[in-house]
């Protein structure tokens, strides 16, 4: 018998780009496809497509849309200078939200309460005797961790590490505070059970639409494309690293190659820096990816700050497209060497590019292998029954 479920989110699950906007709307649909009743209560920005979202009913029955004030937001940031709770945090709290929260509660009930991201922790702060369960899917604190190793500022590396404290101390306290918690990766598990004691984490993985990601058979050329939003600064430090440092020994062996850099919203010092290389293109946000990776030989995810699963990596396995990517964009996926190639150096990364680029065989048999591996491990239906045995089990 279905249940009634409020959701809670930040970042409106529409239209599906990006990672966060994925997993959320692929989670939803999924527990309405099993009978649940899903309410929806989201922060809204001018870039989100409220529109087209109203009208897809496919993950959620009724949606409460809160306009997200950045003004407001900005402020609210400030806060965090003088409580516990991360800048990350503060940013997204609105007081219309948990005005909205505050009434449905009061007024309806609801067998679960779902939330994305400790972002959402203060909006349930007060409901320790309902049943939530919490998606942390990262640990966001071993992502601020991994990120001050990789500044040189002094200045940057205080500004983090202040931040980093503020997350991983609310982390722990978000594992008190509420009776269930899911994550992404057993890579995330474990950094946040060296610290929160309380924790009651259970692994939810990220999955992908094979039916939409699937093999285009294509002809092939000599192209190589990165796909995330560049708004993003691990995912813009990804595309410049590879661009600046690795793509140039690439065009040495094969002076015909063409490096995509697919997502919204490219910053400026991406541009800037590789915007003018031969053979780079900085597309910035598409229509349908599918059309830019298909003629690719190598998707690549060359980012060193990273938690979860990476989207951006199952989605070019789901169409046969051959992956390099550093360990930080393998962990959690647990495909061996003969599916992912998984490189360190600069060096490495370049000829494992190069190896697949130049042997149709080896393109053809990690293709195939990619494929499979990802619809037979990474299906959203497989991560919807998973989410729902623990609904069974919590209830």
Excluded at 296 to 324: F, H, R, Y
Excluded at 345 to 361: G, H, P, R, T
Aim: net charge positive.
């Amino acid at each position: 018998m279905g249940k009634d479920i409020l959701y809670l989110t930040t970042r409106l699950p529409y239209p599906t780009i990006g990672g966060d906007r994925v997993r959320m709307y692929n989670l939803l649909k999924q527990l309405k496809l099993k009978g649940h009743r899903i309410i929806l209560v989201s922060l809204v920005t001018p870039e989100d497509d409220l529109e087209g979202c109203l009208k897809d009913h496919t993950f959620f029955d009724r949606l409460i849309p809160v306009e997200f004030n950045k003004k407001l937001a900005y402020i609210n940031a400030v806060k965090a200078i003088f409580n516990d709770r991360p800048f990350i945090v503060e940013y997204f709290y609105s007081r219309e939200m948990q005005n909205e929260i505050d009434k449905l509660i009061k007024n309806e009930h609801f067998d679960i309460i779902g939330g994305y991201m400790i972002r959402v922790a203060p909006y349930l702060e007060k409901y320790k005797d309902k049943t939530i369960i919490l998606d942390f899917v990262d640990a966001v604190s071993m992502m601020y961790e991994r990120r001050i190793k990789t500044v040189k500022s002094i200045w940057d590396k205080f500004k983090i590490g202040v931040e980093y404290l503020k997350v991983r101390n609310y982390e722990k306290k978000c594992a008190k505070l509420f009776k269930y918690q899911t994550v992404i990766s057993e890579v995330d598990k474990i950094y946040l059970e060296k610290y929160c004691s309380d924790s009651n984490i259970k692994i939810i993985k990220n999955g992908v639409d094979t039916d939409f990601f699937y093999p285009q058979n294509s002809k092939l050329k000599n192209a190589i494309c990165f796909v995330g939003s560049m708004q993003y600064i691990p995912n813009s430090e990804a595309a410049i690293w590879f661009a600046t440092e690795i793509f140039p020994l690439i065009k040495k062996s094969i002076p015909d190659a063409v490096f995509k850099i697919i997502g919204a919203n490219p910053r400026k010092d991406l541009i800037m820096s590789a915007g003018n290389i031969d053979g780079v293109e900085v597309l910035g946000r598409v229509n349908d990816v599918r059309e830019y990776m298909s003629d690719c030989k190598v998707s690549v995810c060359p980012v060193k700050i990273a938690g979860g699963i990476q989207n951006k990596i199952l989605e070019a396995m789901a169409m046969g497209i051959p992956v390099v990517t550093t360990p930080e964009g393998a962990e959690g996926i647990g495909a061996d060497e003969n599916i992912l190639k998984v490189a360190v150096s600069n060096k490495e990364f370049a000829q494992k590019v190069i190896d697949i680029m130049k042997s149709n065989d080896m393109q053809k048999e990690i293709s195939t292998k990619s494929r499979k591996f990802a619809s037979d491990n990474f299906s959203w239906e497989k991560v919807g029954e998973n989410l729902e045995k623990l609904i069974e089990i919590i209830l």
